[in-house]
T-cell receptor, first 112, second 117 residues
């Protein structure tokens, strides 16, 4: 099936730094979703992207839908301690539009 | 709005017993609910898609006789892990999609931590 490759696997940064992570696929996705999961909780949707080239912001978060439709990027500016968590990209695989396939996640640690 | 609850939040059981996990959409109706499994430091893996009033659709490799899913109403789906074994220990997460909702409107529950001794 279609897989999403996320990188980096983990990041350790200082409070105030900017963060960038990405997600790639060998197949085209028509929708890209970015979620955050806190420890022991379910994922929460941060940003949804629907069109190639789209750039969308949600507060300090900005995500982009790659023009090839095979990748997406998430940036966090001026990180704060509560940004700690695991960030997942996800999208509906071709032929199974109601399902979601998830990347393996990027674990973010922010040092105060 | 769009709150999904799971019960219990954690459960410990003996090998060979069955465990039922409930997933409820509290403030909306959901024709479709999804069940995921997440192993430590791993991603969410879809186990099955549950549609109200019909049989669940299981992903390849997921035993339907072991993971029984019942979606009896528009606000409740249950996952029963039958004859649980230690390898079934995992974090089980459900999500619910509102009526007429799209792929970006899956609302996730807080998860259930299952430990099988």
């Amino acid at each position: 099936g279609q897989q999403l490759n996320q990188s980096p696997q983990s990041m350790f940064i200082q409070e105030g730094e900017d963060v960038s992570m990405n997600c790639t696929s060998s197949s085209i996705f028509n929708t890209w979703l970015w979620y955050k999961q806190d420890p022991g909780e379910g994922p929460v949707l941060l940003i949804a992207l629907y069109k190639a080239g789209e750039l969308t912001s949600n507060g300090r978060l900005t995500a982009q839908f790659g023009i090839t439709r095979k990748d997406s990027f998430l940036n966090i500016s001026a990180s704060i301690p509560s940004d700690v968590g695991i960030y997942f990209c996800a999208g509906p695989p071709q032929g199974g539009s109601e399902k979601l396939v998830f990347g393996k996640g990027t674990k973010l640690t922010v040092n105060p | 709005g769009a709150v999904v609850s799971q019960h219990p939040s954690w459960v410990i059981c003996k090998s060979g017993t069955s465990v039922k996990i409930e997933c409820r959409s509290l403030d909306f109706q959901a024709t479709t609910m999804f069940w995921y499994r997440q192993f430590p430091k791993q991603s969410l893996m879809l186990m099955a898609t549950s549609n109200e009033g019909s049989k669940a659709t299981y992903e390849q490799g997921v035993e339907k006789d072991k993971f029984l899913i019942n979606h009896a109403s528009l606000t409740l789906s249950t996952l029963t892990v039958t004859s649980a074994h230690p390898e079934d220990s995992s974090f089980y997460i459900c999500s619910a999609r509102p009526l007429a909702g799209g792929v970006d409107t899956q609302y996730f529950g807080p998860g259930t931590r299952l430990t099988v001794l």
